[in-house]
């Protein structure tokens, strides 16, 4: 190795430290608040007042007894797992059609509706969430359905961009001829279209249900019967206005994180699996 290399060598390993030192920082914040959660979460109140940052002198289940029990907690879950997985097949399904249209038919009005989903975007639910939910009272909507249907509103924008992304890069001679040999609109979706959609549906479904399970102002919202409440709006029940329950609501926080985590981790896998596969094919 000449003293060229050498020289031109060290600035990229510098570089390369410095991102990894970067990217660990980064991940100890996002880490740092579960570690608080998880550990306070094994605690009692007079232990987390005495030291929210030490470790439990014992690891108490008690607190995660009490939450499952005070949160309702399968009736909950079961509310929880209900909206999330049918709001988002449905986002899936409809956007995923919508975003096939708009590459493929190019007019515009194609044009026009995917500058619209795009600019849906920068507009907030806090801006328009009174007078729709107000709109969907009047509809007969404030319930589970209702909900479901909201999400998809709101997340058809971003999805509509990611799948319309992917799909400008599926080959269109497929399609044509999937339609010389017979196959109408639907069954050129959902025969050929939609089976290369994976690895991009499983992007698309890790955004939706990550924003979908740990939604709380839009439950709190729309449902207003007992036994419905999803697990992010039960576990407002441990602060009162003149008590904070932290032993049993760190707790109940974490029965919230696991499902979703667990949820990741599995689509992480396919993800990777998805890369790797696109990579062998191409």
């Known amino acids: 190795m000449t003293k060229k290399q050498s020289k031109s060598k060290k600035p990229k390993n510098l570089l390369l430290k410095a991102a990894l030192g970067t990217a660990c920082l980064i991940a100890l914040a996002y880490l740092f608040p579960v570690y608080i959660l ?31 029990d005070k949160l309702d907690f399968f009736v909950s879950i079961g509310n929880s797992l209900v909206i999330t997985i049918a709001s988002t097949l449905i986002v899936l399904l409809f956007t995923s059609m919508a975003a096939w249209v708009l590459v493929r038919y190019k007019t515009r009005k194609s044009k026009f509706f995917f500058m619209l989903f795009a600019a849906a975007q920068l507009i907030p639910f806090q801006c328009v969430m009174l007078p729709l939910v107000d709109l969907m009272g009047r509809m007969g909507l404030q319930n589970r359905p209702g909900m479901i249907l909201m999400y998809l509103g709101f997340g058809s924008s971003m999805s509509v961009i990611l799948f319309h992304g992917f799909i400008k890069n599926i080959p269109l001679e497929l399609e044509e001829a999937a339609l010389i040999d017979g ?17 991009i549906m499983v992007t698309v479904t890790i955004i939706n249900v990550m924003w979908i399970w740990n939604d709380f102002l839009l439950p709190q919202l729309m449902i207003n019967k007992q036994g419905w409440q999803t697990l992010p709006l039960k576990t407002y029940l441990f602060f009162g206005q003149f008590s904070r329950r932290w032993d049993l609501a760190t707790a109940a926080l974490i029965l919230c994180m696991i499902p979703i985590i667990v949820f990741y981790l599995i689509c992480q896998k396919l993800i990777i699996k998805g890369v790797t596969e696109g990579a062998v094919k191409g």
Not at 42 to 61: S, W
Not at 190 to 195: E, G, K, N, R, T
């Open 38 to 68: 998880l550990i306070n979460s094994f605690k009692g109140l007079r232990e987390i007042y005495l030291g929210i940052m030490d470790f439990p002198v014992k690891l108490n289940l008690v607190n995660y007894r009490e939450a499952i």
């Open 183 to 199: 196959c109408n609109p639907f069954q050129m979706f959902f025969l050929i279209v939609l089976p290369l959609l994976k690895t």
